[in-house]
């Protein structure tokens, strides 16, 4: 049985999407990565970039929220274009949500809610280019239902994991008032019932919900050299 080593953050959410939606089955190890269990040596073994979501299906092991999406698309068969325009366009949003969408909207979390000050010149970068990024994104879904147009993918899938957050990474509630096709996307996928069961995932474990010190040092072992 595949194993999926998850933590309730949006990268891994995306994949127990996908797994609800297809009703593959498979087995949640969850991974506290704010008692910094990401580096423990088992899980090192199967993802030694130290993160989640990863997956173990037998002797494949794959890490990377899209790899993981990209191979259980081709597993399964199921929610990725067979038209090689629509693939086409599959591949290049799949990839702008994992290079642009991801890494600037966890940037702009961390300059925003956690790192200290002074910290004005990196929020300003990160919050501009994370509103620029699901700008994008919402001119995409202008006039569509779904990211590539009637049919629902695997690149809707990556963007409802970091489109649940938008309000936490641009700063408030009215983030969505400017991104009214993101908000309609979410609400969407929201309904249906793998969503709400990729939900409640996470209320199968015990997560630390505290950013203590121990968290942090989990977390962003970069600042270790700051200090002495």
Known sequence: MMKLYYHPSPNPLKI?????ETGMEYELVPVDTRKGEQHDPAFLAINP?????????????????????????????????????AKAQMLSWLMFVATGIGPYSGQCVHFRHIAPEPKEYALNRYDFEAHRHWQLINDQLEGKKYMLGDEYTIVDMAVWGWARAVPFILGGEDAFAALPNVKRLLDDINARPAAQRAEAVKDKFAFKADMDDEAKKAMFPQNARLKG
């Open 16 to 20: 127990a999407l996908f797994l609800e």
């Open 49 to 85: 970039n130290a993160k989640t979501p990863a997956l173990t299906d037998g002797d494949a092991v794959i890490f990377d929220s899209t790899a993981i999406l990209l191979y259980l698309a081709e597993k399964s068969g199921k929610y990725v274009p067979t038209d090689n325009t």
